[in-house]
């Protein structure tokens, strides 16, 4: 690591923490960013905060336009307005968050009157100035489908925990599949995480007559990906592709653990799909220490669309997270979609929709 990174690094931390821990009435910020910085969902607070703070600093560091932030944390209050009228005042010209659906539906309530991106989505509706900007699962299905179908894919048997995140899984990619003309074959559930189990599973499921012939399987719970394919790919008798969310790649793996994944497609984000493209420059950015957190992306993405509220003209931007457009309140965000070719993800030459 170069002498400047060091520098660049030791920097943020320390400006990050004054600015996290700053008193309210000590700090007057143009910028105000809401986030539940305690509590149960501290930790993932903590990894966007990350991420745009970093952000924040290497846009400064090209253009020194000068911003001043100030961090305020949600989980104390259930009522999001009292916050609203602490953190909003005559200098502020732009909030980043909230984060939790309930704290965006009661700013879609109690819209303020400048620039405000929240970093959730509750609907698909304009919310004056309000812009919507998510990083959900179900967001990389309508990309899927539209592989899967433009790789000849007609018939699909969903495989598949019962879990709540599976099922609104299941839900999401196999509405898009029959509007997009696709056959669902019955869903298989996995009754066993361990390997006997899931070895006898997949042993049954490989029995019934099976046609590699536009058929995939879609696995519709990803955390499976690397005990399930390897089953499948020593059982059956037929290669069947199989298809699935980009949780099932994890990017902190090696190279050789990741060999089990040989073959299986999925769409995620070119943040860890393409990871070379943003860790060239000794930049904060690529030393961070949750290199491939998901949302350490998603934040680093919320602070350059932040930046693009005000322009009348809102280009597409090429983020971390997927391609983004700004469309009537809602940012669109468009995955990559990629195969795993021994141990690495390898981009696909596709034509994907956009998820909103």
Not at 222 to 230: E, I, K, R, T, W
Not at 276 to 293: F, G, P, R, T
Request: charged share 15%.
């Amino acid at each position: 690591m170069c002498r400047n990174s060091v520098m660049s690094w030791t920097r943020y931390f320390a400006v990050a923490l004054v600015i996290a821990t700053t008193p309210l009435s000590a700090l007057a910020a143009d910028i105000s960013v809401l986030l539940p910085l305690t509590g149960a969902t501290a930790k993932a607070s903590e990894s966007i905060r990350d991420g745009l703070l970093a952000s924040y600093y290497q846009a400064l560091a090209v253009d020194k336009a000068s911003h001043s932030l100030h961090f305020y944390d949600t989980t104390p209050y259930p009522d999001l307005k009292p916050l609203l009228d602490i953190a909003i005042n005559e200098e502020t010209t732009l909030v980043i968050g909230p984060l939790l659906k309930e704290h965006v539906s009661q700013l879609l309530e109690h819209t303020p009157n400048i620039p405000t991106l929240a970093l959730n989505r509750v609907n698909n509706t304009n919310g004056g100035g309000v812009w919507q900007f998510a990083l959900a699962p179900e967001e990389e299905t309508l990309p899927l489908v539209t592989l899967m179908r433009q790789s000849g894919i007609q018939r699909v048997r969903t495989l598949m925990q019962a879990d709540a995140n599976s099922e609104r899984l299941r839900q999401s990619f196999e509405q898009l599949w029959k509007a997009q003309g696709g056959e669902l074959l019955p869903v298989y559930i996995l009754k066993s995480t361990d390997t006997d189990g899931l070895t006898a599973n997949i042993k049954q499921l490989l029995a019934e007559p099976q046609t590699a012939q536009a058929q995939a399987f879609y696995l519709a719970s990803p955390q499976l990906s690397l005990y399930a394919l390897p089953l499948l790919n020593f059982y059956q008798r037929i290669p069947i592709p199989v298809y699935s969310g980009s949780q099932s790649y994890d990017a902190e793996k090696s190279q050789l653990e990741r060999q089990d994944l040989n073959g299986l497609r999925f769409c995620g984000l070119p943040w860890l799909i393409t990871p070379q493209k943003w860790q060239d420059s000794s930049d904060v950015l690529s030393i961070n220490k949750a290199n491939y957190d998901r949302l350490y992306a998603f934040g680093a993405d919320a602070w350059t669309v932040s930046q693009q509220l005000n322009n009348p003209k809102k280009h597409p931007i090429a983020g971390r997270t997927g391609l983004l457009n700004l469309i009537n309140g809602q940012v669109q965000r468009t995955p990559v979609c990629a195969e795993v070719m021994d141990g690495k993800a390898t981009l696909t030459q596709t034509t994907v929709g956009t998820s909103r």
